[in-house]
């Protein structure tokens, strides 16, 4: 029989999947289902469970934390027997089976967040108990992966909508334009910044009163900034906390990646009632209802992007409908209280008392 879940991270970053996991702990912490993480010392992750009252296990940072901090963590298992083990990455997933044959563990589950081709597939057949993908596109990666159908759920991931409704609009520098097309992303190949910064340059001279914003940073901000020379309605704004209050300020919202699991800033555009044009792959469709509340574009395809851009540019009432659409669609698939009360619905499966 479980009686609490231990989760594992990581990751010392904070991005998509990390306020997931932060979500789901506060969530689970509500109904009083008792609860641990182990994660890299310092990591967001960590200080954000800790402030919610729930115990963290600080390990090394990086990759080998989990790995190295095995001992203190096994040791945790034989203090409180029947845990359920929830690994929250891939690395995690691996610390997870060591885990269990170190103690008394009642079952290990493993969610997976990200589109990328899947590597080992040996331990996504016979890793965890249960698998969780945040997506059809993920789950399709994994049954193809050869990770048991019935083994198998999709639980999307899930927004705050209180905090959302409740983040005031950002305050200048934050551009203004006749429209303001705003982008969050980690600047990396995947996020297909780089198409959105060719495409830009293209939508400037259609539509020389609009406004793009790019909060984020990465490796490839160099070689954005260059392919948005010439283009002075662009703005590149780096890492900024209060990302909610961004995206009040926008009105067209942009997701151009190459691979996305789900896009839990485009669900949050979503959610506010935006006009969405996100690139057709991975989950991003579904966070649009495959078309149905927002633009699809071809990834990877900078004219087709910048195309889909000026179209809703000049055409706000299809941008309040789609954006209508997609408010609706959002709140009714993507709270995180759905999210959570799925989470516990999987737990009492395997066991938890």
Do not use: N
């Amino acid at each position: 029989m479980a009686s609490w879940i231990l989760h594992l991270s990581s990751e010392t970053g904070w991005r998509g999947g990390e306020r997931q996991v932060w979500l789901l702990a506060r969530e689970l912490a509500r109904q009083g289902v008792g609860q641990m993480l182990a994660a890299p010392r310092g990591s967001p992750l960590a200080e954000r469970v800790g402030e919610l009252g729930i115990p963290v296990m600080a390990l090394a940072p990086g990759v080998l934390g989990l790995a190295r901090g095995g001992f203190a963590v096994a040791r945790a298992l034989r203090r409180r027997p029947g845990a359920i083990l929830h690994a929250h990455s891939s690395p995690a997933l691996d610390s997870a089976r060591a885990l269990r044959r170190c103690g008394p563990v009642a079952a290990v589950v493993h969610t997976r967040r990200v589109a990328f081709a899947v590597r080992a597939a040996r331990k996504y057949r016979a890793g965890a108990d249960r698998y969780v993908a945040i997506s059809r596109a993920v789950a399709d990666g994994l049954l193809g992966a050869g990770t048991p159908r019935e083994r198998l759920s999709i639980i999307p991931s899930g927004v705050d909508f209180a905090a959302l409704d409740a983040a005031p609009a950002a305050a200048p520098p934050f551009p203004d334009g006749d429209v303001v097309v705003g982008c969050v992303a980690q600047l990396t190949a995947e996020k297909g910044v780089v198409v959105l910064a060719q495409a830009w340059r293209h939508v400037a001279r259609v539509q020389p009163t609009a406004r793009l914003v790019l909060i984020g940073d990465g490796p490839r901000r160099a070689e954005v900034v260059a392919a948005l020379a010439g283009a002075p309605s662009a703005l590149v704004a780096g890492w900024r906390d209060d990302v909610a209050a961004c995206l009040k300020r926008m009105d067209i919202y942009v997701q151009p990646s190459l691979q996305e699991g789900l896009g839990s800033t485009a669900i949050d555009a979503a959610a506010l009632g935006l006009g969405l044009v996100v690139s057709r792959t991975g989950g991003l469709p579904e966070v649009i209802d495959d078309g149905a509340a927002g633009v699809l574009a071809r990834p990877g395809d900078a004219d087709a992007l910048a195309q889909a851009l000026i179209a809703l540019i000049g055409d706000v009432q299809r941008r309040r409908e789609l954006g209508a659409r997609a408010r609706s669609y959002a709140r009714a698939r993507f709270s995180c209280a759905a999210m959570a009360a799925s989470y516990h619905a999987l737990y009492r499966d395997l066991g938890l008392a």
